[in-house]
Protein backbone atom coordinates (compact mmCIF):
# COMPACT_ATOMS: atom_id res chain seq x y z
CA UNK A 1 0.00 0.00 0.00
CA UNK A 2 1.24 3.43 -1.10
CA UNK A 3 0.14 6.80 -0.09
CA UNK A 4 0.84 10.26 -0.67
CA UNK A 5 0.87 12.94 2.21
CA UNK A 6 0.31 16.56 1.65
CA UNK A 7 1.50 19.37 3.75
CA UNK A 8 1.80 23.08 3.68
CA UNK A 9 -1.13 24.56 2.27
CA UNK A 10 -3.19 27.67 4.41
CA UNK A 11 -3.75 31.01 3.57
CA UNK A 12 -1.84 34.06 2.48
CA UNK A 13 -1.47 37.37 1.35
CA UNK A 14 -0.82 38.18 -2.62
CA UNK A 15 2.92 38.42 -2.37
CA UNK A 16 3.75 35.95 0.02
CA UNK A 17 5.01 32.67 0.30
CA UNK A 18 4.53 28.63 0.95
CA UNK A 19 6.09 25.60 0.97
CA UNK A 20 3.96 22.39 -0.07
CA UNK A 21 5.41 19.19 0.59
CA UNK A 22 4.52 15.38 0.01
CA UNK A 23 5.67 12.27 1.12
CA UNK A 24 5.22 9.12 -0.17
CA UNK A 25 5.42 6.23 1.49
CA UNK A 26 4.99 2.75 1.82
CA UNK A 27 7.12 -0.60 0.31
CA UNK A 28 8.24 1.73 -2.37
CA UNK A 29 11.46 1.06 -4.13
CA UNK A 30 11.18 3.76 -6.38
CA UNK A 31 9.20 6.80 -8.29
CA UNK A 32 9.91 7.85 -11.37
CA UNK A 33 7.84 11.37 -11.82
CA UNK A 34 6.31 13.14 -9.41
CA UNK A 35 4.32 16.34 -9.64
CA UNK A 36 2.11 19.03 -8.32
CA UNK A 37 -1.06 19.77 -10.06
CA UNK A 38 -3.70 22.02 -9.06
CA UNK A 39 -7.72 22.57 -9.46
CA UNK A 40 -9.51 25.79 -8.84
CA UNK A 41 -13.37 25.62 -7.98
CA UNK A 42 -15.31 24.86 -11.43
CA UNK A 43 -12.21 24.39 -13.11
CA UNK A 44 -10.50 21.36 -14.39
CA UNK A 45 -7.21 19.93 -12.91
CA UNK A 46 -3.91 21.34 -14.57
CA UNK A 47 -0.60 20.32 -13.98
CA UNK A 48 1.64 22.90 -11.65
CA UNK A 49 5.10 21.66 -12.15
CA UNK A 50 6.63 18.45 -12.63
CA UNK A 51 10.13 16.29 -12.01
CA UNK A 52 11.72 13.39 -12.61
CA UNK A 53 13.68 10.84 -10.54
CA UNK A 54 16.87 12.50 -12.52
CA UNK A 55 16.19 16.01 -11.24
CA UNK A 56 14.39 17.61 -14.94
CA UNK A 57 11.56 19.53 -13.88
CA UNK A 58 9.01 21.22 -16.03
CA UNK A 59 6.46 23.58 -15.18
CA UNK A 60 2.98 25.40 -16.41
CA UNK A 61 4.09 29.21 -18.25
CA UNK A 62 1.71 30.59 -15.15
CA UNK A 63 4.01 29.78 -12.84
CA UNK A 64 7.50 30.03 -14.12
CA UNK A 65 10.29 32.31 -12.30
CA UNK A 66 7.89 31.90 -8.97
CA UNK A 67 7.73 27.84 -7.57
CA UNK A 68 10.38 26.12 -7.66
CA UNK A 69 10.10 22.07 -7.48
CA UNK A 70 12.05 19.81 -5.87
CA UNK A 71 12.59 16.34 -4.33
CA UNK A 72 14.12 14.27 -2.05
CA UNK A 73 14.77 10.92 -3.55
CA UNK A 74 15.78 9.37 0.03
CA UNK A 75 12.82 10.20 1.29
CA UNK A 76 10.30 10.04 -1.37
CA UNK A 77 9.24 13.46 -0.98
CA UNK A 78 8.70 16.54 -3.19
CA UNK A 79 8.50 20.15 -2.30
CA UNK A 80 6.90 22.75 -3.95
CA UNK A 81 7.81 26.47 -3.29
CA UNK A 82 5.50 29.34 -4.46
CA UNK A 83 6.98 32.30 -3.85
CA UNK A 84 5.17 35.87 -5.57
CA UNK A 85 1.72 34.24 -4.85
CA UNK A 86 -1.40 35.57 -6.81
CA UNK A 87 -4.44 35.50 -6.09
CA UNK A 88 -5.60 33.42 -9.28
CA UNK A 89 -2.89 30.57 -7.70
CA UNK A 90 -6.09 29.92 -5.16
CA UNK A 91 -6.83 25.81 -5.78
CA UNK A 92 -6.46 22.79 -3.97
CA UNK A 93 -3.11 21.51 -4.61
CA UNK A 94 -2.31 17.69 -5.04
CA UNK A 95 1.07 15.68 -5.34
CA UNK A 96 1.50 12.93 -8.16
CA UNK A 97 3.74 10.02 -7.89
CA UNK A 98 4.02 8.34 -11.35
CA UNK A 99 5.79 4.92 -12.53
CA UNK A 100 5.97 3.63 -8.33
CA UNK A 101 7.76 0.49 -7.95
CA UNK A 102 7.06 -1.54 -4.86
CA UNK A 103 9.81 -3.45 -3.29
CA UNK A 104 7.66 -6.41 -4.52
CA UNK A 105 8.37 -5.28 -8.14
CA UNK A 106 4.28 -4.38 -8.86
CA UNK A 107 4.58 -1.02 -10.96
CA UNK A 108 1.92 1.47 -9.98
CA UNK A 109 0.81 3.74 -12.53
CA UNK A 110 -0.32 6.82 -10.70
CA UNK A 111 -0.93 8.02 -7.18
CA UNK A 112 -2.33 10.73 -5.89
CA UNK A 113 -2.74 12.67 -2.87
CA UNK A 114 -5.59 14.26 -0.89
CA UNK A 115 -4.94 17.55 -1.70
CA UNK A 116 -4.27 20.57 0.26
CA UNK A 117 -5.96 23.99 -0.09
CA UNK A 118 -3.98 27.31 -0.87
CA UNK A 119 -5.59 30.41 -0.60
CA UNK A 120 -4.64 34.11 -1.72
CA UNK A 121 -6.28 36.94 -0.68
CA UNK A 122 -5.47 40.02 -2.76
Known amino acids: QVQLVESGGGLVQAGGSLRLSCAAS????????MGWYRQAPGKQRDVVAVITSGGTTNYADSVKGRFTISRDNAKNTVYLQMNSLKPEDTAVYYC????????????????WGQGTQVTVSS
Open 96 to 111: NAAGVLSTSRVTIQSI
Open 26 to 33: GSIFSING
